[in-house]
Nanobody, 125 residues
Framework: QLQASGGGLVQAGGSLRLSCAAS????????VGWFRQAPGKEREFVAS????????YYAESVKGRFTITGDNAKTTMYLQMNRLKPDDTAVYYC????????????????????WGQGTLVTVSS
């Protein structure tokens, strides 16, 4: 089970750190992804990490502003979001799966099996 937290209201240019906590499992060797869904829009990829290789993947819209990391115990993953923009307003979801996948699948929502409940991020202008 995944629990996402850390969302809130922030002004444009500000920062937030989202957390994704795993219960009953660790993220050891499991891909972890962050996705978001804005009102009236499709769910979109934000960032992901192969926890085995530590290789990260980012959507172009967040590259250089967002960073995905994890704790050493691999029970909690984070999404550090800096220089937030109003377009970043969305419900953010973390997701994972049991086995590693190829790089080309790391940005696809359909690649992930388990999802958290989402946390709302609102960026005011």
């Amino acid at each position: 089970q995944l629990q996402a937290s850390g969302g809130g209201l922030v002004q444009a240019g500000g920062s937030l750190r989202l957390s994704c906590a795993a219960s009953g499992r660790t993220f050891n060797s499991s891909p972890v992804g962050w996705f978001r869904q804005a009102p009236g829009k499709e769910r979109e990829f934000v960032a992901s990490i192969d926890t085995w290789t530590r290789r990260t993947y980012y959507a172009e819209s967040v590259k250089g502003r967002f960073t995905i990391t994890g704790d050493n115990a691999k029970t909690t993953m984070y999404l550090q979001m800096n220089r937030l923009k109003p377009d970043d307003t969305a419900v953010y979801y973390c997701a994972t799966r049991d086995r590693r996948i190829v790089a080309s699948a790391m940005t696809l929502a359909g690649s992930f099996e388990y999802w958290g409940q989402g946390t709302l991020v609102t960026v005011s202008s």
